[in-house]
């Protein structure tokens, strides 16, 4: 049976009617609870407005606070990226504030819009039951991609002169991302980076007609597990990326923010390999790779491989403040040789 509304019904249906002809037995407990969360707020466009800004808070700073209690057990810094940079408490606080600016400023208002704006195009809210994860699965691997593919152009634009030296650069404060960072960034951006997020569900709504919010949030939990564990700064053996080749993770993006350039997409690998913005970390990870296999080979200490290492690192995080210099210098229309 089909539950999705008809886009263009002039009237929203009552509290009472919104499951007038509903089976309540034949739904799963968590059914249940979200049909009652919709009959007890009364107001389906409050109800969807306020439990979106709930589950966005709710997943973007729970998944933060394991990091943070990472970030301060010395215990974990074998895995970590570059362990010398390790957040201070007032880093992340300040991090903190400018996120919940973000949040409460521009994603708030936005959010708040986002029920009349998706029934309006065919994507169902207070419907029950839930569509299948046949159908589900499929729909959150496609707005997977067209993120990684708008995030991908857009990420480069913003590095590109007055973008990135009024907009970008914000993000760019911590050339060793923690969980916290993942959403510190200028307004504009937030806006800018989470039209990829959104977009994706709402097109495809408009054209299939059979999405579910439900669907969309799912989506929308994985997307901020993937950008905050991108910012992590922690490359562990039973990360993701070991496990799937092509995908992006800590490793891939850490080194986006300790030197500047290559690597502008979020989910994948394939962007940066197709159009080349990767060849220098490509450069870097054969570099790391043949410092390891030497300091096997010579029966290094670990603090001279360290040593080894972090030579490597500063060469490149050298190269990014000269590439990010030029960036600058090119929004004032001044160049750098």
């Known amino acids: 049976m089909s539950y999705y509304i008809n886009a263009t019904a002039p009237v929203a249906p009552t509290p009472e009617q919104l499951y007038a002809n509903t089976d309540f037995s034949k739904l799963s407990w968590v059914e249940n609870q979200w049909a009652n969360w919709y009959l007890w707020m009364g107001n389906p466009v409050l109800a969807t407005g306020l439990m979106s800004f709930m589950l966005h808070e709710f997943v973007y700073f729970g998944r933060c606070v394991p990091w943070i209690i990472i970030d301060a057990m010395p215990y974990f810094r074998r895995w ?12 992340q606080w300040e991090c903190t504030k400018q996120v919940l600016f973000s949040h409460f400023t521009i994603e708030a208002p936005l959010i708040g819009l986002f029920h009349p704006i998706a029934e309006s195009i065919g994507m ?22 067209f993120e990684d593919i708008f995030h991908y152009f857009s990420h480069q634009l913003l590095h590109q002169g007055v973008f990135y030296k009024h907009i970008h650069k914000i993000h760019h404060k911590y050339s060793a991302p923690f969980g916290l960072a993942a959403e510190y960034a200028h307004p504009a951006e937030v806006l800018i980076l989470g039209t990829g997020t959104i977009a994706g569900p709402l097109l495809y709504s408009y054209f299939m007609r059979d999405l579910h919010i439900f669907t969309v949030y799912i989506w929308i939990t994985l997307r901020l597990f993937q950008a905050i564990d991108a910012h992590s700064g922690y490359d562990f053996p039973w990360s993701l990326q070991h496990i799937i080749p092509f995908w992006s993770g800590a490793e891939h993006h850490d080194f986006h923010h300790m030197a500047f350039v290559n690597n502008f997409s979020t989910s994948f690998r394939w962007c940066d390999w197709l159009c080349g913005t990767d060849t220098r970390y ?33 060469e490149a995080e050298a190269e990014g403040l000269k590439a990010e210099a030029a960036v600058e210098a090119s929004a004032d229309g001044k160049k750098i040789d």
């Open 282 to 314: 490509r450069a870097y990870r054969k570099r790391m790779d043949e410092a390891k296999r030497q300091a096997k080979a010579k029966g290094m200490s670990l603090e001279e491989f360290r040593a080894f290492e972090n030579k490597i690192k500063a």
């Open 124 to 145: 169902a809210t207070w419907q029950v039951p839930f569509p299948s994860w046949k159908l589900m699965a499929p729909q959150i691997f496609l707005f997977f991609v």
């Open 80 to 91: 970590k990226l570059q362990p010398d940079k390790i957040p201070t408490p007032k880093e």
